[in-house]
């Protein structure tokens, strides 16, 4: 209905190797991560009742495979809710995306390019741009986010 809203945003993390699944939970708790069932988040200081309540999701895979939270793994995949977080939250985003790939050693990609702050940082400012010229609305919106709601319906 509404085309890209530019939603969530993906950031894959490849690990040098297989984490067992008690000391990964043990680095996310360190990096402020919290486990709710079997995925991972990092909660945002403040919301707004339609804003994503967190800053970042993490879904755990083995071999290509979603895994549970119990299970070892060796990709971690970042979600940013783009269109539901204030912009003022991305390079808060990207941080910890980096924290996170730090203390696993990992290396990154964004679509399909190597992770840089910056790089990730200017096309996530392309989205801004686009949300903004496009649709008249700007991340983390109540709009935007009733926009979603009806894109989905």
């Not at 067992?20 to 708790?29: C, E, S, T, Y």
């Not at 945002?44 to 290509?64: P, R, T, Y």
């Not at 970042?78 to 696993?104: C, G, H, M, V, W």
């Not at 649709?135 to 986010?145: D, I, K, Y």
């Amino acid at each position: 209905m509404w085309g890209e809203l530019h939603e969530v945003k993906k950031i894959v993390v490849k690990l040098p190797e297989s984490i067992d699944a008690g000391k990964g939970n043990r680095l996310l708790r360190e990096l402020g991560a919290t486990l709710h069932y079997d995925v991972y988040s990092f909660d945002a200081n403040s919301s707004e009742i339609w804003q994503s309540d967190s800053v970042l999701h993490l879904h755990l895979f083995k071999e290509g495979s979603e895994v549970d939270a119990q299970d070892n793994f060796d990709e971690i995949h970042i979600f940013y809710p783009l269109a539901t977080r204030p912009s003022s939250d991305q390079l808060l985003a990207l941080e910890l995306s980096s924290n996170i790939i730090s203390k696993f050693g990992g290396s990154a990609s964004y679509q399909n390019q190597s992770f840089s702050v910056q790089g990730v940082q200017a096309e996530w400012d392309k989205c801004n741009s686009f949300l903004l010229k496009e649709w008249g609305e700007e991340p983390g919106s109540h709009s935007l986010r009733r926009m979603i709601e009806e894109n989905h319906a």
